[in-house]
């Protein structure tokens, strides 16, 4: 165990900064963070509160019905994405394709996902490189 199970997870900016590209680094260890309540981190939510604030700049600019149509057509691409792609495919393996499409369906996976670069790395080597499960 790295840290005192009974010592609380450190906060801060700048350990916030860090968690937005690695969503697992905590140097006080796993043990630390599972005896904390939960709470939200408000420093590494910034980046979605912005994006979602941005949305609203469409009362300034004004939408054409192209941008809606493509908006909603990205949506439901993207949904399908996740369950037809990643979870049908390559959590339960539910049908057979050739490494070409498994690289298509990969990349339209971790293109709509908000996750860290550790776990899209870790997806392109299940696919293609031999990790055979994603625990």
């Known amino acids: ?6 010592a609380k997870p450190k906060t801060g ?3 916030s900064f860090i968690r937005w590209f ?4 905590l ?6 963070l599972r005896n904390t309540p939960k709470a939200v981190d408000w420093p590494r ?5 912005i994006l ?8 300034w600019v004004g939408a054409s019905p192209l941008a809606v149509w493509l908006a909603v057509g990205l949506y439901f691409f993207r949904m399908f994405a996740i369950t037809g792609f990643f979870h049908r495919y390559f959590s339960h393996k539910s049908y057979s394709t050739t490494r070409f499409f498994q690289f298509i369906m990969l990349i339209a996976t971790i293109t709509n996902i908000p996750m860290s ?3 899209n790395t870790h997806l392109w080597l ?3 490189g031999g990790v055979t499960s994603a625990g």
């Open 1 to 6: 165990m790295l840290g005192n199970a009974s």
């Open 13 to 15: 900016l700048i350990r």
């Open 22 to 25: 690695d969503s697992d680094y």
């Open 27 to 32: 140097p006080e260890g796993a043990e630390v």
């Open 45 to 49: 939510c910034i980046p979605f509160i």
């Open 52 to 59: 979602h604030l941005g949305c609203l700049g469409v009362i």
């Open 117 to 119: 670069p550790k776990i």
């Open 126 to 128: 299940m696919v293609f």
